[in-house]
Each structure stands twice: as structure tokens, then as C-alpha cells.
């Protein structure tokens, strides 16, 4: 599968933006779907994750009650809704899938090209 994410860009403290990630190919509602992220100099981490049907939702602690995960399998999209946000959220984005349900990059297997949001303060 191909992914393809969208969405980033530059926004206050405090401002929302909504990211998208479109898959290629039939079988979307196969794969969980996550999104990471990156900042200069740090490593690529998690920030949450969603079942093959739009259940079993996970969070980092440093965004629960800020952003939300969605999917919609009609439209082979994930969704990453993120609100009130901090310049710590500034990085790079990156949406991943996974057949499993799991928060560990390495258990991705395929990844986005990355979009970037920038927060300033």
C-alpha cells in the first residue's frame, strides 16, 4: 500500500489543523493505521493509532484530549484532527500502516512521505 500525507503547514499556538493520509490499493480496512512524528534532532515517535474499523484508538500522553485519530474506509483515509496546539507539536508527520494493532514504529510497514506542521508561539 501507498500513502500519501497532507495537511501540515504553519499555525499559532492555540490554532488546529486537520492531517489527511489517502491510501492506494483495495485494502485499506486491512491495515491499522498511525501517525508518528519527528522533530530536528529527535526520534520519530508516536502519537496514535486506529483499528482496521475505527475502533481500538490509542494516544501519546503528551496529546490525548488534543488531538483525535478517524479513518474512513470508503475513501481509503486516515485522519489526524489536531487542536490547541503547543510549538512542542512542531514536527514532522507521518502516517504508517500496520497489520497489527501496535504503537512502535517498527511494527509499521509502511510509510508516508511525511507532512510538516509547524507551531509558532
Known amino acids: 500500500v501507498q500513502l500519501q500525507a497532507s495537511g501540515g503547514g504553519l499555525v499559532q499556538a492555540g490554532g488546529s489543523l486537520r492531517l489527511s493520509c489517502v491510501a492506494s490499493?483495495?485494502?485499506?480496512?486491512?491495515?491499522?493505521m498511525g501517525w508518528f512524528r519527528q522533530a530536528p534532532g529527535k526520534e520519530r515517535e508516536f502519537v496514535a493509532r486506529?483499528?482496521?474499523?475505527?475502533?481500538?484508538?490509542d494516544y501519546a500522553d503528551s496529546v490525548k484530549g488534543r488531538f483525535t485519530i478517524s479513518r474512513d474506509n470508503a475513501k481509503n483515509t486516515a485522519y489526524l484532527e489536531m487542536n490547541s496546539l503547543k510549538p512542542e507539536d512542531t514536527a514532522v508527520y507521518y502516517c504508517?500502516?500496520?497489520?497489527?494493532?501496535?504503537?512502535?514504529?517498527?511494527?509499521?510497514?509502511?510509510w508516508g512521505q511525511g507532512t510538516l506542521v509547524t507551531v509558532s508561539s
Open positions: 486506529i483499528g482496521w474499523s475505527g475502533g481500538a484508538r
Open positions: 504508517a500502516a500496520a497489520l497489527g494493532l501496535a504503537t512502535t514504529p517498527s511494527r509499521y510497514n509502511y
Open positions: 490499493g483495495r485494502t485499506f480496512s486491512s491495515y491499522v
